[in-house]
């Protein structure tokens, strides 16, 4: 459904995105990722028509995303990375105002997105929150029922039970078939509702991978705090890999085996245990500063 084949443009100054190469079936969220000024929004920008690759392809649909950009449109959900919203308009006359532009009215599927997302689309623009304008956003692309949505970090500015609401929204879309590919920085975001993931390394892709395989190269730590110094050594004895120690807390990382880790904990005398973390972002950092594919 959507295609890259051999894309790349340049600015002057040397950035850019250089030879992409990925293609995302029908019915699959592709997550994007990188770090800003990576080149993700160009990569957007260029699958939206919005600029002229140097060389190489962009399809969405079997179409060329720049030379049949207007049909390529007809059946898209957009997110910009950042809004540019008409501010004297109501958000219920913006909604109303891009369906008029493809032929159609609000109906059903408005009312249901603005219940889903807590919005009440009657006032201002100007006077609307970041957050309740990122929801406004997200009625707008999700409005006209398209099959294949471009999203640029689509839940910035949204709380935690709003960020919910829309991968839950996603993970519905895509039972019916939709695609989706989505830049984000919100790495739970990308790892409930992706399929897959790429990682951009200054413009160039350095891995496409199933967030299956991503996350079975998850690395889980815990902050420990310990009685003595003893059981710090039990620990090590036991294979435990240490991260760091300080004041008394120590960081554990493990990938994998819990079992003898609690088996070692038992051990000791614990007077505190903490999650440290678990997520894609972890695995992210690794392929970003090992730059291979």
């Known amino acids: 459904m959507i295609d890259a084949e051999g894309l790349s443009m340049a600015y002057k100054g040397g950035k ?19 770090p800003n000024g990576s080149g993700k929004t160009t990569t957007i920008r260029l699958l939206m028509g919005f600029m002229k690759p140097d060389c190489g392809k962009a399809r969405i649909g079997g179409l060329d995303c720049w030379k049949d950009a207007p049909k390529v449109k007809a059946n898209l959900g957009y997110i910009p990375g950042e809004l540019a919203l008409f501010d004297e308009m109501t958000g219920a006359g913006f909604i109303a105002f891009l369906l008029e532009l493809r032929g159609l009215r609000p109906g059903a599927r408005v009312r249901e997105l603005c219940e889903r997302f807590n919005l009440d689309p009657s006032g201002r623009i100007k006077r609307m929150s970041k957050g309740t304008r990122q929801k406004l956003a997200i009625v707008a692309a999700f409005s006209h029922d398209p099959q294949v949505y471009i999203l640029d970090e689509p839940t910035g500015g949204l709380d935690p039970l709003m960020q919910n609401a829309f991968i839950e929204l996603v993970l519905e879309e895509k039972k019916r078939g939709k695609t989706f590919f989505m830049s984000s920085h919100n790495f739970e975001e990308v790892d409930r509702s992706c399929d897959r993931a790429a990682i951009l390394r200054e413009g160039r892709l350095v891995a496409v991978q199933e967030i299956a395989k991503l996350k079975a190269e998850q690395r889980t730590s815990y902050i420990v705090k310990l009685g003595g110094a003893e059981d710090v050594l039990k620990l090590r004895a036991a294979g435990v890999e240490v991260a760091r120690q300080v004041d008394g807390h120590i960081e554990v990382v493990l990938q994998g085996d819990y079992n003898a880790f609690f088996r070692a904990l038992a051990q000791c005398d614990v007077k505190g245990l903490y999650a440290g973390g678990k997520d894609l972002e972890q695995v992210f950092l690794k392929y970003y500063g090992r730059g291979r594919m």
Request: proline share 5%; glycine share 26%.
């Open 16 to 34: 850019g995105v250089f030879g992409l190469d990925f293609s995302i079936p029908a019915g699959e969220a592709f997550g994007y990722l990188g």
